[in-house]
């Protein structure tokens, strides 16, 4: 593996001399947009007029500056004479042409893996990459590369090491022995990246491995395909499109190339708009939509969302509309391709304006587990998170949460954090990984086996808030006087922690105790997500104060943008520190004006004042701003 490293630096520094950076200069003056051609596809491309009717319509639509043409997938494999054609056919056109593979032998059979234990499969797996990169100077592998091969074979060759531990160590051997190595021995001017899927909780089990897709492939590309969040096995919430993008740039800054998304689980369209412009949100140089035959699927009026009389960003009936003939011609009826175009014109008209995203900075090792997709959630109610697999050195506050427990030095990491002055927020998860690990050092607040079923909630100002009740969560002990609860919920009339905090040197460190059900956090009443909010995000220029599922995106140049999941409309307070005393809207221009909150408003920030504004949002909608003088 040592030879294999060297080998790899050294291609890594020949690549970055070949591919200096990727710069949109296409049809949009942000990023680059890309359309994914399955191998079923590129079979078909054989036949020149199927494939130039197809891409008269696509493209009539759609603005696409690349394609992926794959060359495997399920065991079919276009042959050389084809992909020559379709190459030929698109960059004719100014289109660019790169490959793509999918290491998977048999999608329809539960994504049936290749088996990295069998000699055939192996040989098998180095040919496709032999002849792909004959053909091509950039490869990307399909998010496959991973096995769930459970075989007897497979079996004995895990013998006592976990599932985990095995199929890391076995992809890690199959990125470098059977990809990378003999890519570049066909062709040393080629650049391999290896595509991530939405599941990132999971990559470790599967041996889907973020370490090694740094170290040995020459750039990573981020699954940002998020699907419907209701009544769906995978728990992705829609914030996830946004934060994993910026978690796999933060894994491997600059090199993350891009964001992938497909219509899977698209109930309405505005889910699928949303998947995008939550991709360029978390500033995505290139978009890969999968795949060519899924960008024809015609729009249906079924499509059209319950709220759509109400205008929301992605407005449904404009965007039918702006399908317009060429002279002389008749209309072609709207596809996907058309909802993608329309969101592209759309956002690339103000995505220049935004700095870089910022948030409260959560890290979240490499292969770690605990409190599965928790940071979408709270992306969700309006917090801005940052997730990064490397330890935040330079935040003044920082979020733990469960899967930071993966971290054999985290107490350690906590107490400095403290002792230099900055604040650490922990979840009721991570508490109880550390407990007897050294975190009682800092506080003696203890997670105990009661559950409690919240009745109502504390006001900041003092008496209760009705909330939906029956929400569980676990009960945490303290001391009080050395703690003090900055957020509480009630049963029985007896208060018990949302949110902790307790000294410790010359920082804080706070408690955030979840809900025994994720999805009930949207159930806390606003006020107590903004006394939450008010802790967590202390360190930003912008709070976002109202109901759930309106989230904020905040980027270091003073500009923001306010995103609402809801079904309804929603008014939504917008907070903003730093003698800012205007908002103007990125899209129209408008301007407006705020009002100084009251003075003593802010129960724990003590820090500026704010101006409030109050921002109204359509269903499904975003407005972006700056914060102005
Ligand atoms: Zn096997």
């Given at each position: ?62 603005k ?50 290749f ?38 074979e ?54 889907y ?69 939550l ?19 015609l ?70 587990v ?23 050195t330079n935040?003044?506050?920082i ?105 410790y ?50 980027y ?5 943008i ?35 909150e ?32």
């Amino acid at each position: 593996m040592k030879q294999c490293r060297s080998f790899i630096r050294l291609g890594v520094s020949l690549i970055v001399l070949l591919f200096p950076c990727v710069c949109p200069a296409g049809n949009y003056s942000n990023f680059v947009v890309s359309v994914y051609c399955r191998a079923y596809e590129v079979r078909q491309m054989t036949n020149l007029v199927w494939l130039s009717n197809v891409w008269n319509t696509v493209g009539s639509q759609l603005k696409v500056d690349k394609v992926y043409l794959e060359t495997h997938r399920d065991g079919v494999i276009p042959d050389r004479e084809t992909i020559a054609k379709a190459r030929q056919f698109f960059e004719s056109r100014g289109i660019r042409v790169a490959a793509g593979i999918a290491t998977v032998a048999n999608e329809r059979n539960r994504y049936q893996s290749f088996c990295y234990s069998t000699p055939a499969d192996r040989r098998k797996l180095k040919e496709i990459v032999e002849y792909t990169a004959g053909q091509f100077d950039e490869i990307i592998l399909d998010d496959f590369f991973f096995t769930n091969c459970k075989c007897e074979e497979c079996v004995k060759a895990k013998g006592g090491k976990s599932w985990t531990q095995f199929r890391l160590e076995q992809m890690n051997e199959v990125a470098c022995d059977l990809v990378v190595k003999p890519a570049r021995k066909i062709n040393p001017k080629v650049k391999v990246v290896l595509k991530f899927p939405n599941w990132y909780e999971h990559y470790q089990g599967l041996g889907y491995n973020l370490e090694a897709g740094v170290k040995y492939f020459d750039g990573i590309y981020t699954g940002t395909e998020t699907r419907e969040p209701f009544n769906n096995a995978q728990h992705l919430q829609q914030y996830q499109g946004y934060l994993i993008f910026r978690y796999l740039e933060n894994a491997d800054p600059g090199r993350n190339g891009g964001g992938w998304v497909d219509t899977g689980g698209m109930r309405y369209a505005d889910r699928y708009a949303e998947q995008l412009w939550l991709t360029l949100f978390a500033k995505a140089p290139e978009i890969t939509l999968f795949d060519l035959r899924q960008v024809q699927r015609l729009m249906q009026p079924s499509d059209r969302g319950a709220w759509q009389d109400l205008h929301p960003s992605f407005d449904f009936d404009q965007m039918m509309a702006s399908v317009r003939p060429d002279a002389g011609t008749s209309a072609t009826p709207a596809t996907i391709s058309r909802a993608a175009g329309f969101v592209f014109d759309q956002v690339d008209a103000f995505l220049g304006q935004l700095g870089q995203p910022m948030g409260l900075k959560s890290y979240k090792p490499v292969n770690s587990v605990g409190e599965d997709y928790i940071h979408n959630y709270l992306g969700m109610v309006g917090i801005p998170i940052e997730l990064t697999p490397k330890f935040p050195t330079n935040a003044h506050t920082i979020f733990l949460t469960e899967s930071a427990g993966c971290d054999p030095d985290i107490v350690n990491r906590i107490k400095k954090q403290l002792i230099d002055g900055g604040n650490v927020i922990i979840t009721s998860g991570l508490l109880r990984a550390l407990q007897n690990q050294g975190i009682e050092d800092v506080a003696e607040i203890r997670y105990t086996d009661r559950k409690i079923t919240l009745k109502e909630y504390l006001h900041s100002f003092g008496g209760v808030i009705e909330g939906k009740s029956g929400i569980t969560i676990p009960e945490l002990d303290y001391i009080t006087n050395d703690a003090w609860a900055l957020a509480s919920g009630t049963a029985a009339g007896i208060p018990y922690p949302l949110l902790l905090r307790a000294g410790y040197a010359k920082g804080y460190l706070y408690v955030l105790t979840l809900p025994e059900n994720f999805g009930d956090i949207y159930n806390l009443p606003p006020e107590v997500l903004t006394q939450i909010k008010r802790a967590l995000t202390q360190d930003m220029f912008v709070r976002v104060e109202g109901p759930a599922q309106v989230s904020l995106f905040a980027y270091d140049n003073h500009t923001f943008i306010v995103e609402s999941f809801l079904p309804d409309e929603a008014d939504v307070k917008v907070a903003v520190a730093g003698g800012f005393t205007r908002l103007r809207n990125l899209v129209t221009g408008a301007v407006t004006a705020g009002e100084m909150e009251a003075q003593g408003s802010d129960r724990f920030g003590g820090g500026d004042p704010r101006m409030s504004f109050t921002v109204h949002l359509p269903p499904h909608s975003y407005s972006a701003f700056a914060a102005e003088k």
